[in-house]
């Protein structure tokens, strides 16, 4: 992964979304990281962070 340096009074934005997805298989051995939430629904999360002119610096 390649470090971006940020100078300062550069911006940056941070953007995070959970996705509902279907509900995995009962013998799947990562089903306990499907379920986020208070709704305790079935979800991935998604985190992006970009520079001011919308480069991808990171990503979950």
Do not use: Y
Not at 3 to 8: I, L
Not at 14 to 22: A, F, L
Not at 25 to 52: C, L, M, P, W
């Amino acid at each position: 992964m390649q470090r971006a340096s940020m100078t300062a009074g550069s911006r940056s934005v941070v953007d995070g979304t959970e996705i509902c997805v279907r509900r995995p298989d009962a013998g799947h051995k990562d089903r306990g990281r499907f379920t986020f939430g208070k709704n305790k629904q079935n979800a991935v999360e998604s985190v992006i962070v970009a520079d001011g002119q919308g480069h991808m610096l990171w990503c979950r």
